[in-house]
């Protein structure tokens, strides 16, 4: 059973203002760049052992939809990089990684615990926003990722 811990997304919001630097080059990541395409926004945290258990499932995503106008796109908000770097080391990871170690990209999008996915429409259009992760929640986003992108 899907716990509805899901928020409503007004139709209105969208994340294309959202501006970070890139985890690795600190050069700064506009999401609008990913405009035209569904992107999967995961919020994380090194401490956080809900966000621990998501990342292979995020890989999963990534590399099962990535060629099919999809990416996932995660956001780091440790206080110090350095762990979130120590928690890195291990893991290969092929999609954007920003960091925001004061916490505020989130604010607007109602982060408040963590972890949250917010799945993002090609237009930048919040379609849906979810805090937690559990097995219902992988078969539940990753169906609707599916029928997103068998819509184009």
Known sequence: MLVLTSISAKSTETVSSIVLPDFHTNNNVELSSFSGQYVYIDFWAS?????????????????????????????????????????????VIEYPMLYDNAGIAGIPLGVKTLPVSILVDPTGKIIHRHTGFDDDYMKFIEEKIKEKLTKL
């Open 47 to 91: 401490w956080c052992t809900t966000c621990v258990k998501s990342f292979p499932f995020i890989a999963h995503l990534q590399k099962k939809y990535g060629d099919k106008n999809f990416t996932v796109v995660a956001i780091n908000v440790d206080r110090h990089k350095s762990d979130a770097i120590r928690f890195l080391s291990d893991r």
